[in-house]
């Protein structure tokens, strides 16, 4: 099945320009598709007694659920947190997908960007290079300007425990249906797709023990097309934490 959710892009994404990107997987999926590594830092990089987490950036594609599992299975049985990234358009039923290996793993969730001492003076390719090169890599976590949208949300859920940085902007936008084969979609398949997939949405997020407001979000955002902005206090409220910011 080729349909895709995607959540609709409001602001352009906060990373580096990369035109000179290489290609993450096949040659169908976008260069800007998420990657997995392993970074680290000194002790209480990644919160208390955390030195070592697993960044996870990029645009959740259709496919990013197959890194996710081949990152997992060399990670053996470690218990590392994953770091979130997430930009672009990405793929919502994947997003949840990622969120259930997650929980499977028993891992933690946080969002934030990793920026790579080695990355600092090299060009973009030769710094996804060195992020694809297996090795845990010397990092800090950068927290000034974290926006987690409805996919950041569902991955995020998929944490056994969910923290997000205390000035994190949490904002739920509309969605759209797409077609990787066939991308005209009628406007009534559109409407019965997506009251399908907010029910998959609901269920989900009562699987990971968050509430379903989100999804209301989407579908008044959907008509509309405006976002919504999940104050500090409601993601405690709502269960997408399951603490206060440090």
């Avoid at 996804?128 to 950041?152: M, P, W």
């Avoid at 907010?198 to 269920?203: F, H, I, M």
Wanted: aromatic letters at 6%; one cysteine or more.
């Amino acid at each position: 099945m080729t349909v895709s959710v995607m959540a609709i892009l409001l602001s352009p994404p906060a990373r580096a320009q990369d035109g000179l990107r290489p290609p993450v997987g096949g040659v169908i999926t976008p260069a800007d598709a998420m990657i997995f590594y392993l970074a680290r830092g000194p002790e209480g990089a990644c919160g208390p007694d955390c030195s070592e987490w697993i960044a996870a950036e990029g645009v959740v594609e259709w496919d990013t659920f197959k890194r996710l599992f081949a990152f997992a299975a060399r990670l053996g049985e470690r218990k590392v947190p994953v770091i979130l990234n997430v930009w672009g358009e990405s793929d919502l039923k994947v997003a949840m997908s990622l969120g259930k290996i997650i929980r499977d793993r028993g891992l933690d969730v946080s969002a934030g960007k990793t920026v790579v001492a080695g990355c600092v003076d090299a060009t973009e390719a030769a710094c996804i290079a060195l992020k694809r090169s297996g090795k845990s890599l010397d990092a800090a976590i950068d927290v000034s300007a974290v926006q987690c949208d409805f996919a950041c949300v569902l991955i995020l859920a998929g944490g056994v425990h969910r923290t997000l940085p205390a000035d994190a902007k949490v904002v739920i936008g509309p969605t759209h249906i797409r077609d990787r084969l066939a991308p005209n979609v009628s406007e009534e398949h559109q409407k019965g797709l997506q009251a399908f997939y907010g029910d998959q949405y609901r269920l989900y997020l009562k699987q990971m023990g968050v509430a379903t407001d989100a999804v209301g979000m989407i579908e008044q955002n959907s008509a509309t097309g405006r976002a919504t902005q999940v104050l500090r206090a409601d993601r405690l409220r709502l269960g997408m934490v399951t603490a206060p910011a440090p």
